[in-house]
T-cell receptor, first 114, second 112 residues
Framework: EAGVAQSPRYKIIEKRQSVAFWCNPI?????LYWYQQILGQGPKLLIQ????????DSQLPKDRFSAERLKGVDSTLKIQPAKLEDSAVYLC????????????FGQGTRLTVV | AQTVTQSQPEMSVQEAETVTLSCTYD???????LFWYKQPPSRQMILVIR??????QNATENRFSVNFQKAAKSFSLKISDSQLGDTAMYFC?????????FGAGTRLTVKP
């Protein structure tokens, strides 16, 4: 089966610019996660969707970050405007349904803000 | 709040030997799940092993096994017969309901 697809793989932008990341989860997976992984740290959950509803966005900086999951499938994560500290790898993951099932990760998008 | 701590930023092991990676966590929940994920340089996170807190038996997956000590809130990963392909970052993760929290990771290098 196809894995979690993310694009782009790499992105370099200047501070105060906008950027968007795209994620296509594994077919049939109801749960979709966006994680931020700063260099040298573990992934931090930004937002979790169950189908097209938000389950947890408590750690999403809502003044600049937004995410949506249209029709409960693909998802986009947007940063507007970007700050230097947003430089990180953004990982998308999906799981079949419940919390105890395996989360499958994409290869991530490495964002560099200069 | 749940926290996950990995106290070993880096470790190395000779090929074919055994290495143990440490993880501790803090939670007030009784039912939860613990995971070890591997992240090679390609950045893709891969599940290595999973442990349900209600199970007393330690999980094993081929060369990978865990030592789960619920009372001590400890969850270590043992890699036997280490292979060069095991070189990667290893993350311990915890989830009780929805929020999967990760530790800071341990960088493991397998030396030939």
């Amino acid at each position: 089966e196809a894995g979690v697809a993310q694009s782009p793989r790499y992105k370099i932008i200047e501070k105060r610019q906008s950027v968007a990341f795209w994620c296509n989860p594994i077919s049939g997976h109801a749960t979709l996660y966006w994680y931020q992984q700063i260099l040298g740290q573990g992934p931090k959950l930004l937002i979790q969707f169950q189908n097209n509803g938000v389950v947890d966005d408590s750690q999403l900086p809502k003044d600049r970050f937004s995410a949506e999951r249209l029709k409960g499938v693909d998802s986009t994560l947007k940063i507007q405007p970007a700050k230097l500290e947003d430089s990180a790898v953004y990982l998308c993951a999906s799981s079949l349904w419940t919390v105890n099932t395996e989360a499958f990760f994409g290869q991530g998008t490495r964002l560099t803000v200069v | 709040a749940q926290t996950v701590t990995q106290s070993q930023p880096e470790m190395s092991v000779q090929e074919a030997e055994t290495v143990t990676l440490s993880c501790t966590y803090d939670t007030s929940e009784n039912n939860y799940y613990l995971f070890w994920y591997k992240q090679p340089p390609s950045r893709q996170m891969i599940l290595v092993i999973r442990q349900e807190a209600y199970k007393q038996q330690n999980a094993t997956e081929n060369r990978f096994s865990v030592n789960f000590q619920k009372a001590a809130k400890s969850f270590s990963l043992k890699i036997s017969d280490s292979q060069l392909g095991d070189t990667a970052m290893y993350f311990c993760a915890f989830t009780a309901y929805n929020d999967m929290r990760f530790g800071a990771g341990t960088r493991l290098t397998v030396k030939p």
